[in-house]
């Protein structure tokens, strides 16, 4: 099945509140997957400093001070770490390409969960309330999340494997759902030079997406060729730092419910992930139609 959930908060007097929003509506998706979860915050300053340059690593057996001294050689400017649960979290006054090259040269086998400014991705295997409660969500500040319940089909039970699939900057994307041509686009994009990271079918979603935008498309028409290109049933949540969409496939069959107020537009697989949100008893609420891309901006 899978769950997924996405918050955009307009209102600023919200941001404090991202984490603690985000952490409950996870927690109601978990019925619908509990192998495996992970999120992606924009704008925790805990997290993804101001200004600086973020990364995400997976699969990196080196404690954060040693990444931290190894990469601050490397730029030559201070390059804080942490680990939360198993991610290992960097941040530096640098962009976040010079960042992402060091740490591949000093890390080649690391997986790159997530780059760029003001963006965390963190994964995990586990139950997502539990998760959540490791990672701290609740405490997190930002004005956009994304988070997503994971019930494997497709691949391996594995943190790599657990969404959200962040390739590009900034960027970001949750699948309920399978492409049955994932394997065809794959070889296509591979001859086109893009790397992939896992066998996972939505790993090829985000990789098309990715290429999409670096061609200069935007998100509405990216989304759109997904619908030309892709064949199976899928709803898709899309965001960047400044972007927040929704699409779902021709027959929709995957459940997806949108509500929106003036303070915020939420996301979720089913309505009861939204029900404790401020002001949902006054949100204009409903199901996204089939192939309509949804998408807003902040």
Request: glycine share 8%; net charge negative.
């Amino acid at each position: 099945m899978c769950g997924i959930v996405g918050l955009h908060l307009r209102n600023p007097d919200l941001h404090p509140r991202l984490g603690e929003m985000l952490a409950e509506m996870l927690g109601e998706m978990q019925d619908r997957g509990a192998d495996s979860a992970g999120i992606a915050v924009y704008g925790n300053p805990a997290w993804a400093p101001p200004g600086h340059g973020c990364i995400s690593l997976l699969e990196l057996e080196v404690v954060p001070d040693e990444v931290s001294a190894t990469l601050s050689s490397a730029l030559g400017v201070t390059v804080s770490a942490q680990t939360i649960d198993v991610t290992l979290v960097a941040s530096a006054a640098v962009t976040a390409d010079e960042l992402l090259a060091a740490a591949r040269a000093a890390y080649p086998h690391a997986l790159v969960a997530g780059f760029g400014s003001d963006l965390t991705v963190l994964k995990g295997v586990g139950a997502p309330r539990e998760l959540t409660e490791s990672w701290g969500l609740a405490a997190a500040s930002g004005w956009q999340g994304v988070g997503h319940t994971r019930m494997a089909t497709e691949s391996a039970v594995t943190s790599s494997g657990a969404h959200p699939f962040a390739v590009g900057p900034e960027q970001c994307l949750v699948h309920n759902g399978s492409f049955a041509n994932h394997a065809t686009i794959r070889r296509e994009l591979r001859a086109a030079g893009v790397e992939f990271d896992s066998e996972n079918d939505t790993e090829v979603g985000a990789r098309f997406v990715a290429h999409q935008l670096a061609a200069g498309k935007d998100v509405e028409t990216a989304l759109k060729e997904v619908c030309a290109t892709f064949d199976g049933f899928y709803t898709l949540l899309v965001s960047n730092r400044d972007s927040f969409a929704v699409v779902r496939d021709a027959i929709a069959c995957k459940p997806a419910v949108i509500a929106e107020t003036d303070d915020w537009v939420a996301m979720a697989s089913e309505y009861r992930a939204l029900a404790k949100l401020p002001g949902v008893a006054n949100a204009r609420i409903w199901e996204p139609e089939p192939e309509v891309v949804y998408a807003w901006t902040r």
